[in-house]
């Protein structure tokens, strides 16, 4: 029989296997283009609205509706919703597998927390993603993501201690943003993206790029969070604010047209990164 530290080698070995395989691969580098797609759009859209060319911003959901009614939408929609099952799977391979080696301490265990938010935020675009590309109901619309945190909400308010749960909720929201933001600024922020065939000028503009991307990014999830513990304090899931809500309490800031302009900005940055992040992704550690 083997012992448990061999059991426990062999796991290691089948997982680290698992999570490098050339299939694994081609999914997260459709899901890194399907992210890209989302948030590029989302930060064109909301810095037409901070020049007043278009009227509306938009969430994920809101995205995933407007490229799904474009000619052949459906078939890009097939494409995302493969990509957005592959980059949901990354995520939990990333918290459980430990691909990265991100350690067991506070700081590598809030960075694995953070992959499991990312895939579960993924993850819950799939159905109405899917269910827009057949047509049945409760298929992906404008505003439904900030419908459907306020619902979750109002679901874990009717629990024990739930508008605890919904502060600890806010406050892993919140810190994400904020870890996001020494995340962006750290040396090597990105060490999975393998950016290949450019000069050292070129890799230099591309990270700066994605630095930028990740803070404007940073902004959208700390604005979330910081909703949900308004939320959990007053016990009020209406305060529950999505991509679109975010954004719009920038507009309506002091500057708020400069606010968005620039986060936006930072959004686009960070589609554009994540697109080029499709070419250059290794999963082989």
Known sequence: ?????????????????????????????????????????????????????????????????????QLFGRVLLGIMLIGLIGYSLWGLIRAFLNPLHKGNDFKGILERVGFFISAVAYAILIPPTYNFIFGMSNAAQNGAQ????RNIVSTIFLMPLGRWIVGLIGLIVLGTGVFQVYHGVRHNFDSQIKPYALTSKQAKIVRIMGRFGILGRSVVFFLVGLFLLFAAYHANSAEVKGIDGALLILLHEPYGYWLLGITALGLIAFGCYSLLSAFWFKSNR
């Open 1 to 69: 029989m083997k012992s448990r530290q061999g059991i426990k080698n062999e796991i290691h070995k089948e997982s680290k296997a698992f999570s490098s395989s050339p299939i694994i691969e081609y999914l997260t580098r459709i899901g890194y283009g399907t992210r890209g797609l989302i948030y590029g759009i989302i930060g064109l859209l909301a810095i037409m609205v901070a020049f007043g060319i278009y009227g509306s911003l938009q969430d994920q959901q809101g995205v995933i509706a407007s490229l799904g009614q």
């Open 146 to 149: 900030g419908i459907q945190m």
